[in-house]
């Protein structure tokens, strides 16, 4: 992942190669926001050594008038200092108040770094960062999931290997979306990798422990490949989605399945998004899973999933109750 730093036309020394004085990296992608402050490190350390010129402090506990003390201290034998501050969004009232009037004339041998999850964009904080020029705010919003699993798959490259799609999709299913997280795994997989063949699904799930909890869609979609094995390994990993939500979102998705072999029987499958009135992406792999139901599987379904509800909602255990039905339907 790349982060362009911006340049301020502004600046009087030509050796500072126009960085700005400061920049507010801000979102809840960590490795982004990471990779911004390391970007930064490289850049200041080619004017001077960092080990005298570099100060940190944690916005939760560090006070305003000791930052901007910081960012007026003169470098030491370099061009350049860098001060970094993480937790900007946790700095008090006053304490931002400080840096404001800080930043309203800064000192241009100084580089300061501010990092946040969130930072609202009407806080006198963030405008303060961001009058100094359009590239001040470094956005470090986290990705959609397939951009992740696209951006996983460019990252594994860094780490000198390859890895499949559907190996990239399995680890973002075990870690969840937490960037730092991943690449940490990334690398490890690197470590335990023989050979030139990318980095499998199964050997994902082989080497790395799964931390974050399921989706539903996740279930969803094994329900429809009529994946037993999956479906019953991701069952108690739902923790937070009940039986009756599970069952609700597996019938939605027979009716679409069902629409979808009826318009594949017409050689009309490539209709069903716009008939169903969803993106593509959405119903992209439908018509394939509708194959590998018969028109009477999909009619029993629906007709034991009537049934299915009516025992969970009558004493009996709703979640065996609901297994139960799944594995009737898909095994």
């Known amino acids: 992942m790349q982060f362009a730093l911006g340049y301020n036309e502004t ?5 500072q190669q126009n960085l700005l004085p400061a920049y ?31 100060d940190e402090f944690d916005g939760e506990r560090a006070s305003g008038s ?17 001060v970094e501050v993480a937790h900007a969004e946790k700095l008090g009232k006053q304490d931002a108040e400080v840096l404001c009037a800080y930043l309203a004339a800064p000192n241009e041998s100084t580089i300061l770094v501010l990092s946040a999850e969130k930072l609202a964009k009407n806080t006198r904080l963030y405008k303060a960062v961001a009058a100094l020029g359009s590239s001040a705010v470094i956005d470090c919003a986290p990705m959609k999931r397939y951009e992740l699993v696209r951006a996983l798959r460019s990252m594994a490259v860094g780490h000198g290997i390859t890895i499949t799609e559907a190996a990239a999709e399995t680890l973002v299913s075990y870690c969840g979306e937490d960037t730092v997280r991943l690449d940490t795994e990334l690398r490890k997989l690197a470590l335990a990798h023989a050979g030139t063949d990318p980095v499998s699904d199964r050997e994902v799930a082989q080497l790395v422990a799964r931390t974050s909890e399921a989706k539903p869609w996740e279930l969803v979609d094994a329900f429809s490949a009529r994946d037993v094995n999956t479906c019953l390994k991701l ?12 069952i609700g979102m597996c019938t939605n998705r027979l009716r679409e399945l069902a629409c979808a072999k009826s318009l594949d029987a017409r050689g009309q499958g490539h209709r069903l ?9 959405r119903v992209k792999n439908h018509v394939a899973w509708s194959r590998k139901f018969k028109e009477d599987d999909l009619q029993l379904a629906f ?6 509800e009516q025992a969970m909602k009558t004493g009996s ?15």
């Open 235 to 246: 069952l108690p990993l739902l923790t937070s989605t009940s039986s009756y939500a599970l």
């Open 303 to 308: 007709s034991s999933a009537r049934d299915c």
């Open 11 to 15: 600046m009087t020394s030509s050796n």
């Open 66 to 82: 000791d930052i901007a003390v910081a960012c007026n201290t003169l470098p030491f034998a370099s061009e350049l200092r860098l």
């Open 24 to 54: 507010l990296a801000v979102g809840e992608d960590a490795l982004k926001r990471r990779t911004v402050l390391e970007r930064l490190r490289k850049r200041v350390a080619t004017f001077g050594d960092l080990e005298f010129n570099h």
């Open 317 to 331: 255990d709703p979640d065996d109750v609901f297994k139960d039905w799944l594995i009737s339907v898909i095994a």
């Open 273 to 281: 998004a716009d008939t169903l009135g969803v993106p593509g992406w």
